[in-house]
Nanobody, 125 residues
Framework: QVQLVESGGGLVQAGGSLRLSCAAS????????MGWFRQAPGKEREFVAAISVNEGHTRYADSVKGRLIISRDTAKNTVYLRVNALKPEDTAVYYCAATRRRFDVPGIADEYAYWGQGTQVIVSS
């Protein structure tokens, strides 16, 4: 069973930074490419960033490019999302997801088979 556990969300002032974490089992981490999505109140879930199994490929949504960094730590079986220069419009529940497309970095939610429970990020102005 694939389990993904996000952490690191919270309340932060605009302009600040956060690092979100997503912990997975070792088998999951070495088998699946990983992605982050977010869902703001009243809006659809949107793609944020993705990273392939071997870290050879990363992909970012145009709306966040330049402010986010996705990375993965094989020793800790954890994928991270660093969000810099936070804006109030970054307020959302952030979800970690895993796709069987190991060396690809899809930006579509339907490509991801497994999801975490989400971590809330609130950015105050």
């Amino acid at each position: 069973q694939v389990q993904l556990v996000e952490s690191g969300g919270g309340l932060v002032q605009a302009g600040g930074s956060l690092r979100l974490s997503c912990a997975a089992s070792k088998r999951t981490f070495t088998t699946y490419a990983m992605g982050w999505f977010r869902q703001a109140p009243g809006k659809e879930r949107e793609f944020v960033a993705a990273i392939s199994v071997n870290e050879g490929h990363t992909r970012y949504a145009d709306s966040v490019k330049g402010r986010l960094i996705i990375s993965r730590d094989t020793a800790k079986n954890t994928v991270y999302l660093r969000v810099n220069a936070l804006k109030p419009e970054d307020t959302a529940v952030y979800y970690c997801a895993a796709t069987r497309r190991r060396f690809d970095v899809p930006g579509i939610a339907d490509e991801y088979a497994y999801w975490g429970q989400g971590t809330q990020v609130i950015v105050s102005s």
